[in-house]
Nanobody
Framework: VQLQAYGGGLVQAGGSLRLSCAASGRTSSTYGTGWFRQSPGKEREFVAGISRSGINTSYADAVKGRFTISRDNAKNTVYLQMNSLKPEDTAVYYC????????????????????WGQGTEVTVSS
């Protein structure tokens, strides 16, 4: 699976961005997809994920109520809608695909994911 993440940029606090992750090689319904982020000096952390079934989603506490993950199987693309952005959301965002989790489960650990995109940078100014 090849993953291409895009949509990052510079936005003011309170603004919105939508990240996209286009996949090729396998249809998106065969793997769970997640978004992680990493800021300088910090470990890569889970942000949001969606199960292989597309029914279940999971979010980190820091983004609940502000971020929404969704998937368009016809386009093999997963989206991360980010609203009410805060300076602490500044990071490089990575999309990732994992094949090991059960159909309705959302993987949330780094080692549950098999393929990673190149990352897209999000900067939120105060």
């Amino acid at each position: 699976v090849q993953l291409q993440a895009y949509g990052g940029g510079l936005v003011q606090a309170g603004g919105s961005l939508r990240l996209s992750c286009a996949a090729s090689g396998r249809t998106s319904s065969t793997y769970g997809t997640g978004w992680f982020r990493q800021s300088p000096g910090k470990e890569r952390e889970f942000v949001a994920g969606i199960s292989r079934s597309g029914i279940n989603t999971s979010y980190a506490d820091a983004v609940k109520g502000r971020f929404t993950i969704s998937r368009d199987n016809a386009k093999n693309t997963v989206y991360l809608q980010m609203n009410s952005l805060k300076p602490e959301d500044t990071a490089v965002y990575y999309c990732t695909a994992g094949f090991g989790a059960s159909y309705h489960r959302v993987p949330s650990q780094l080692n549950e994911y098999d393929y990673w995109g190149q990352g897209t940078e999000v900067t939120v100014s105060s």
